[in-house]
């Protein structure tokens, strides 16, 4: 669950960058497997709310939210494997001191 978001940006670096690199027809797939998953996003939100715009901006906030907690949780395990500090020193404003 936590490693969804930071796959879902890898695959979307992997679909960015790919045709720049491998000109072929296939290079495209990782692009169209992002596309499918983010017209499903509108479609199930259409389902839903019935509301044509929601349904638009729901891809966009799709990539806001995955960009940034996939981001931030990528960041915040690399600092906490390869760091000798404690959590609460690398990250004091989430400890609360009573």
Known sequence: TYW????????LLLAVCLPFFW???RALYPAALIGVYLFAVGIGTVV????????????????VQFGGYGLGFLKSTILLTFSRKKPEELFPRLFFKP
């Open 23 to 25: 000109r072929d027809p």
């Open 4 to 11: 969804f978001p930071v796959l879902f940006l890898g695959g």
């Open 48 to 63: 839903k709310t019935h509301n044509l715009k929601a349904a638009l901006l729901a891809p966009l906030a799709t990539l």
